[in-house]
């Protein structure tokens, strides 16, 4: 039996599927916010307790963010995909409701590591991560070079 959109079944299962791409979508920009926080936090303690090294503990923190940001946005990129499926199948008229509540992702993020790579490469990722590691890394050899500075900013904070 064929369905078409205007059918109760259909609308949920539409609702439900754009509703776990915002989660994922705000899973992802979390790990951002997070990661940032974190960074910061880590950068503001290390200089106030003159300890140039501690810089380099925020980084481990942001490899971590890295990777679970990545994950978010390659299982997105999985829902879009099934999405555009379902969407597709209900303009062609070939859904029926075996393909109703049935969303087939595969969540093990080491099943899919080229997925994973293709979400680090990805715009929404890279640039703040090689951004935020970048200026951790300035910081940390700015600190070292400079021992006379280090006394100078924990007194400005």
């Not at 369905?3 to 079944?9: A, K, Y």
């Not at 075996?98 to 099943?111: A, G, R």
Request: proline share 3%.
């Amino acid at each position: 039996m064929s369905l078409i959109h205007t059918d109760e079944g259909v609308q949920k299962h539409i609702d439900l599927m754009q509703a776990a791409i915002n989660r994922m979508a705000l899973n992802s920009s979390s790990c951002k916010t997070w990661c940032i926080t974190i960074a910061s936090g880590v950068l503001v303690v290390s200089i106030d307790k003159n300890q140039p090294l501690a810089v380099l503990f925020a980084l481990m923190p942001t490899a971590a963010f890295v990777l679970l940001d990545c994950y978010y946005l390659s299982m997105e990129r999985q829902l879009r995909k099934e999405y555009i499926t379902f969407v597709t199948k209900l303009h062609t008229n070939a859904i029926t409701v075996k393909d109703l509540y049935l969303i087939k992702m595969d969540v093990k993020w080491y099943s899919k590591p080229f997925s994973l790579l293709m979400a680090l490469f990805s715009f929404s990722t890279w640039p703040l991560y090689c951004l935020l590691s970048g200026m951790l890394l300035g910081v940390y050899m700015f600190l070292t070079k400079n021992p006379w500075l280090k006394g100078v900013i924990s007194q400005a904070l």
